[in-house]
């Protein structure tokens, strides 16, 4: 395997300090890049970014404030940003639609979605004022397009998310700025026991994964992978998309 894929790119990766986040932050620290773990878990976060020898930052996503605090870092540390991956993401335990809480679309719309609106709101400018050509990659999900019941504003708000990174991605081409979604489908993460809508055993588990064709669950080397594909210059003529890594779930 060739490594270097991401050589001279400084990346900020939400969510970092777990699942996903840390398969992504890894691959990217592998190919090359200075890496930026933001995650509200500070020692999770710190004890990832000196196995991987990178910089982290206590942030919460949900914070304009934290925002300008990780472009400033990126500034100060790297002499600037290339790539932002939206990872970070909280969900409701699965339940009846009828029985969420207000705390429980809060959490997912700020957390998923607000989220996302933060990031842009603070980085396009810093792109657009300083003419460098961003990539902005957001972990949407299987459950924005194949929704499985329970949950019915978690998927809603990954919906959002893939829909929202479309938009902006016609918005800003011009200016070679470029929006892409990354969909897994389930995983063994922190957030998995969450999902399933019953006790959490390998039988259930199972039964969520027997959906997949390729007949296993998405891992953070699954996402990593095509992260570190969309980030890299290979990718430089591809924005808008929704890559599904998801084992033909969504077909
Ligand atoms: N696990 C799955 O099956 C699955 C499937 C599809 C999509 N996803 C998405 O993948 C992404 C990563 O989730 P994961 O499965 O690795 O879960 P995880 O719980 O293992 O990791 C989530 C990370 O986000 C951090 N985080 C949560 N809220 C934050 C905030 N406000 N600010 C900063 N950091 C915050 C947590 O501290 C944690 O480190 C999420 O967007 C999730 O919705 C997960």
Redesign the pocket.
């Known amino acids: 395997m060739a490594y270097g894929r991401l050589e001279n790119k400084v990346a900020i990766v939400?969510?970092g300090?777990?699942?996903?986040?840390r398969g992504i932050a890894t691959k990217f620290a592998r190919e090359g890049a200075k890496v930026i773990i933001?995650?509200?878990?500070g020692e999770?976060a710190e004890t990832i970014a000196k196995e991987l020898g990178c910089q982290y930052s206590v942030?919460?996503?949900?914070k304009r404030e934290h925002w300008n605090d990780l472009l400033k870092l990126a500034v100060e540390q790297f002499g600037g940003l290339d790539i932002i991956v939206n990872?970070?993401?909280?969900?409701y335990k699965n339940k009846p639609t009828m029985e969420v809480t207000d705390n429980d679309f809060d959490l997912v719309m700020n957390?998923?979605v607000k989220?996302i609106y933060l990031s842009t709101s603070v980085l396009v400018p810093y792109f657009l004022d300083n003419k460098r050509p961003g990539v902005f990659i957001n972990?949407a999900?299987?459950?924005g397009i194949r929704p499985r019941p329970g949950l019915t504003w978690y998927n809603a708000s990954?919906a959002a998310v893939s829909n929202a990174t479309k938009t902006m991605a016609v918005e800003y081409g011009p200016q070679k700025i470029r929006f892409n979604a990354v969909c897994?489908?389930?995983?063994s993460?922190?957030?998995?026991h969450l999902?399933l809508g019953k006790p959490d055993t390998e039988e259930n588990r199972a039964g969520f994964v027997s959906t997949v064709p390729l007949g296993r669950g998405?891992t953070p080397v699954d996402v990593g992978n095509a992260c570190c594909y969309l980030a890299s210059d290979e990718a430089e003529f591809i924005t808008g998309v929704n890559l599904e890594v998801d084992g033909g779930r969504c077909v």
Request: hydrophobic share 40%; charged share 10%; proline share 3%.
């Open positions: 939400t969510g300090a777990s699942g996903f986040g933001a995650d509200l878990s999770a942030a919460d996503v949900t990872n970070a993401g909280a969900t957390v998923n989220s972990i999900s299987t459950a990954k897994p489908v389930v995983g993460t922190g957030m998995t999902f998405c």
